[in-house]
T-cell receptor
Framework: AQSVSQHNHHVILSEAASLELGCNYS??????LFWYVQYPGQHLQLLLK??????LVKGIKGFEAEFIKSKFSFNLRKPSVQWSDTAEYFC?????????????FGGGTRLMVKP | DTEVTQTPKHLVMGMTNKKSLKCEQH?????MYWYKQKAKKPPELMFV???????INESVPSRFSPECPNSSLLNLHLHALQPEDSALYLC??????????????FGPGTRLTVL
């Protein structure tokens, strides 16, 4: 079975610092890739997604992610974080041809941005 | 309308109660999902419905009973729950079951507390 690893469980940054959250998956074939964000007390929101094409994907709120197939990675980046980016971030994968669109989530990374 | 709605937002119930969670979407999606999310953990898939038929049951205890009365509605009937069932219950939908390049749209969740 496929798995998704998010290496950083907790990240603390000051405002204006740059952010990179790691995500690696274990599936060897073609995948659909997602980053979701969950603000405190709120629901899951899609930040960005990769299906095919340009491996550098731009999402909402200034986030971007780069798909590196050779490294099985889909890292999330933001050049300058804000206090409002404090949230839990989940990477998720659906392997191509996976019946039911079974999302496999990583364990999540809790980001705290200090003002 | 790109929204998945869930009611109620909060629910407190005793172990002998019977209650139901409701989920609704009007995006014409034919796949709907129930997830359970414990604090500080990623969502875990419980059930998948495709064209109003139960397609996947991830070995969920029978005290959780899903129902899909029509293509827009998804219910989760609860009976004789345990305190460890307290969690955020998320509903999601996607265009089709088993299709690639498909994203899931999540509702805000119902926060359930079992006393």
């Amino acid at each position: 079975a496929q798995s998704v690893s998010q290496h950083n469980h907790h990240v603390i940054l000051s405002e204006a610092a740059s952010l990179e959250l790691g995500c690696n998956y274990s599936y060897g074939g073609t995948v659909n890739l997602f980053w979701y964000v969950q603000y405190p007390g709120q629901h899951l929101q899609l930040l960005l997604k990769y299906f095919s094409g340009d491996p550098l994907v731009k999402g909402i709120k200034g986030f971007e992610a780069e798909f590196i197939k050779s490294k099985f990675s889909f890292n999330l980046r933001k050049p300058s974080v804000q206090w409002s980016d404090t949230a839990e971030y989940f990477c998720a994968v659906i392997p191509y041809g996976n019946a039911g669109n079974m999302l496999t989530f990583g364990g999540g990374t809790r980001l705290m941005v200090k003002p | 309308d790109t929204e998945v709605t869930q009611t109620p937002k909060h629910l407190v119930m005793g172990m002998t109660n019977k209650k139901s969670l409701k989920c609704e979407q009007h995006m014409g999606h034919r796949a709907m999902y129930w997830y359970k999310q414990k604090a500080k953990k990623p969502p875990e898939l419980m059930f998948v419905y495709s064209y109003e038929k139960l397609s996947i049951n991830e070995s969920v205890p029978s005290r959780f009973s899903p129902e899909c009365p029509n293509s827009s509605l998804l219910n989760l009937h609860l009976h004789a729950l345990q305190p460890e069932d307290s969690a955020l219950y998320l509903c999601a939908s996607s265009q089709r079951w088993g299709k690639d390049n498909n994203e899931q749209f999540f509702g805000p969740g119902t926060r359930l507390t079992v006393l």
